[in-house]
């Protein structure tokens, strides 16, 4: 069955940015001038999805906003004459059909997918996490896609990570079924790096199918005291096939500072607007650093 719909959880506080999070979703921080969820809602329609659900709370409202006409700012730049910037703004609310449904409160990633469960119905759809941005040729979950079309099952979108690292992330057991294609034996939400199965991290793609809610609704809290998607796909790889898709892109943790940083400035570099004067600016930092 084709995947239409996609959930994007993006309740959660956002403790990582405080205090910028505090009067705004962190889900409305920019790269450069674009909202990161923005660049996740680009993938899920590159991707072919047609219809997002934006799990949401209380003091998400911003969100909602941004996605909806703006018909003062439209007023405005109709009356400048700015047709380019109102053209850009309209698109903005036009991408693709937007559902929201709140988490009353924050019980975390697994109960947030729960909440879309609804909406979703008895279909295979994607999961596609704020906090990691991918850059890439062919778009991210378009790849786990068309893995998908060819295994059936459930695909995490996965990619090797650093041995420090291992202790940030959801971690495969898993056997390589052929080159970049792991089947999941067993998973660990956030091991000590000398706990880890592996160094195959979940880097927040995934294609699910319906019966991940059925397990979601009987997952006790895990680690941090939080409903984790990955215990609820603990239970699920003994039921149905699990695969780790290594997808091709370089991948940006935006919910980390450093990680921000980083998309920030080389987001910047790719941009024909800003990329020759920024390079020339950062040269010039770096010998002066030198
Ligand atoms: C979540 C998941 C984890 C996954 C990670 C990817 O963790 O629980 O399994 O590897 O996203 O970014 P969080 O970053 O919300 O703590």
Do not use: W
């Not at 047609?50 to 700012?73: C, N, Q």
């Amino acid at each position: 069955m084709q995947v239409r719909k996609a959930v994007i959880p993006a309740a959660g506080v956002g403790v990582r940015f405080l205090p910028a999070t505090k009067g705004q979703p962190k889900e409305m921080l920019p790269i450069i001038d674009k909202p990161t969820i923005q660049y996740i809602i680009e993938e899920a329609v590159d991707s072919g999805i047609e219809d997002v659900v934006i799990v949401t709370s209380r003091y998400k409202k911003a969100i909602e906003d941004y996605f909806d006409y703006s018909p003062g700012l439209e007023l405005f730049l109709r009356r400048k004459g700015k047709l380019d910037l109102l053209e850009m703004v309209t698109s903005i609310s036009q991408m693709v059909e937007i559902h929201y449904v709140r988490q009353k409160e924050p019980r975390g990633l697994g109960h947030a997918v729960y909440c879309a469960r609804k909406f979703v119905g008895r279909e295979p759809f994607a999961v596609l996490l704020g906090d990691d941005i991918v850059r890439s040729r062919v778009p991210c979950l378009q790849q786990l896609l068309e893995a998908y079309n060819e295994l059936g099952g459930n695909i995490l979108g996965v990619q090797e990570v650093p041995p420090e690292d291992v202790s940030k992330y959801g971690i495969l057991d898993a056997v390589e079924i052929r080159p970049g294609v792991y089947r999941v034996r067993d998973l660990v939400e956030k091991p000590a790096p000398n706990e880890a199965p592996s160094r195959l991290a979940i880097l927040g793609r995934y294609v699910l199918q319906p019966r991940i809610f059925d397990l979601l609704e009987r997952t006790p809290p895990g680690a941090g005291g939080e409903i984790q998607l990955t215990d609820a796909l603990r239970a699920l790889c003994r039921e149905e096939p699990i695969y780790g898709y290594v997808f091709k892109g370089r991948r940006y943790d935006v919910g980390d500072k450093l990680g921000y940083l980083k998309a920030t400035v080389e987001f910047a570099l790719d941009r024909e607007d800003l990329a020759e004067d920024f390079r020339a600016y950062l040269r010039k930092l770096v010998g002066n650093a030198l």
